[in-house]
């Protein structure tokens, strides 16, 4: 069993831009589908962004389309998370997850939590007014 690990969380003030990054051991990335979810305090867990096992799927919530872009790195088994213009209802613990590829799978960006198979132990990231 492999393990997630993220790394890249921080304080930082709103607008400005954060990179965090998961980086994924014990599995060849190119078979499995990607996905951040966050969790603030008091909220219940919910999806930032998704990406399909190709890359040629995104998916992205409404709050944040426009200022985070998901992307992976097969070569190295890492995920990113570029987030820009933050604002302070960004603030959460991020999660990083994955969801291995079945054969009967599209070519598709998952966005329910209940489809991914492992999750890693998140990091913060916290926007100050």
């Known amino acids: 069993q492999g393990q997630l690990v993220e790394s890249g969380g921080g304080l930082v003030q709103a607008g400005g831009s954060l990179r965090i990054s998961c980086a994924v051991s014990?599995?060849?990335?190119?078979?499995?589908?990607m996905a951040w979810f966050r969790q603030a305090p008091g909220k219940e867990r919910e999806i930032a962004a998704a990406i399909s096992w190709s890359g040629g799927s995104t998916y992205y919530t409404d709050s944040v389309k426009g200022r985070f872009t998901i992307s992976r790195d097969n070569a190295k088994n890492t995920v990113y998370l570029q987030m820009s213009s933050l604002k302070p209802e960004d603030t959460a613990v991020y999660f990083c997850?994955?969801?291995?590829?079945?054969?009967?799978?599209?070519?598709?960006?998952?966005?329910?939590?209940?489809?991914?198979?492992?999750w890693g132990q998140g990091t913060q990231v916290t926007v100050s007014a």
């Open positions: 014990g599995r060849t990335l190119s078979s499995y589908y």
């Open positions: 997850t994955l969801r291995r590829r079945r054969s009967y799978d599209s070519d598709t960006a998952y966005d329910a939590a209940r489809t991914y198979d492992d």
